[in-house]
């Protein structure tokens, strides 16, 4: 028994000392708790908010009261009346959440008995606000028609989406898995391996070398944008090939912003080689970074669903910025932000990491 209680105690004394294994163990699992608790644990209806877009030209005096009520439903927080085109254009921006067009004469049509078509224009790009927001106005149209004449439905509601076609979440997911594999490319295949290699004395080989550094700093950042280029080639097959998703932008576009993305990460990489110390180092460093990331900048789930204390960080994210780039770019995609915001940002970013990398970055 002694023996027991003494063995005992000596592996509890080793599994201490190892701070990696605390991390994994403890501190991981309640990160990874409170991270999608915060996300998926608050009431979703009140964290809902419609902002609509209301085309009522040619619709008469009834539509007004149409209006009215909207205005009211406790989910529905905007109700801007205007021209169709004028509307759209806000849709497409992200300034509205839907655009309903009330036909012309439809208090006429409905007091004869005729079918009226209401056509309820979405962002196919944001499926949970589309599921919310047909919900909400069919339940309206059903109670303001029984209000109006209790007699059976005679409205009817025609989703349509503001894209040319509609969008699959598969269609959502992959620019995001095409995001996700660039940061790692630049995250582990980086920063991962510059400390093993400096911890195995490889860099300060390079660096005795009759090579200059400048030479071989391009010579590594190239092949690892190559890499992208070939990674990013056989996710947009697959996803082809497998899942029919239909690549709307153009293929020059697309391979410089995914070269822009890679390098961005490649960067930060090396901004991080530089201040890791050992391998266990960099590994916990790299977690640190890399789970934030993947969770928290819409590569996975719209950045809509993020509580409001959480969205400063989405914003500072090269990832958020990247992934909304490979979405518009890819499958036209609603954008999050204007392109050029996506690039100068991921420029930005490359910038920085890549001045602080020059500066600091050490070779044994």
């Known amino acids: 028994m002694r023996a027991f209680a003494a063995l005992l105690v000596a592996e509890f004394k080793h599994f201490f000392r190892e701070r990696m294994a605390l991390f994994w163990m403890f501190l991981f699992p309640i990160f990874f708790m409170l991270l999608f608790g915060f996300v998926f644990g608050g ?33 529905v927080s905007e109700v801007h009346v205007g021209a169709l085109e004028e509307e759209l254009s806000a849709l497409r921006g992200r300034k509205r959440d839907g655009v309903l067009v009330v036909p012309v004469g439809f208090w006429e049509r409905l007091r004869a008995g005729e079918k009226v078509r209401f056509v309820l224009y979405y962002d196919a790009s944001r499926t949970t606000t589309y599921q919310v927001l047909v ?6 149209l059903a109670r303001s028609e029984e209000a109006l004449t209790g007699r059976p439905r005679s ?133 640190i970074i890399n789970f934030p990331m993947m969770f928290l900048s819409g590569i996975f789930w719209p950045i809509e669903w993020m509580p409001g204390f959480l969205r400063p960080v989405v914003y500072v994210l090269p990832l958020t910025y990247l992934g909304d780039a490979l979405r518009q770019v890819m499958v036209g995609a609603s954008p999050f932000v204007p392109l050029w915001l996506d690039i100068a940002v991921l ?18």
């Open 135 to 140: 919900s909400v106005i069919q339940e309206f």
């Open 155 to 287: 409205f009817e509601l025609a989703p349509e989406p503001v894209q040319v076609r509609s969008f699959r979440p598969i269609d959502y997911m992959v620019p995001g898995i095409l995001a996700m594999t660039l940061m790692q490319l630049g995250l582990f295949g980086v920063a991962g391996t510059l400390v093993a290699r400096r911890e195995q004395k490889i860099l300060r080989r390079f660096w005795a070398a009759p090579l200059r550094r400048s030479v071989l700093a391009g010579a590594l950042i190239s092949h690892r944008l190559a890499v992208s280029l070939i990674q990013a080639a056989l996710i947009l097959l697959v996803a082809v090939a497998a899942f029919d998703v239909a690549l709307v932008g153009n293929y020059a576009l697309m391979a410089g912003v995914v070269l822009l993305g890679a390098l961005a990460f490649v960067s930060l990489g090396y901004l991080i080689a530089s201040f890791a110390r050992s391998v266990e180092g960099s590994t916990a460093l790299l977690q």
């Open 43 to 75: 009431d979703s209806e009140d964290q809902v908010s419609l902002r609509l877009g209301i085309v009522a030209e040619g619709a008469g005096p009834a539509a007004e009261e149409l209006v009215r009520g909207l205005s009211r439903i406790p989910l």
């Open 347 to 364: 420029g930005g970013w490359t910038a920085v990491a890549a001045s602080l990398s020059v500066r600091f970055f050490r070779w044994e």
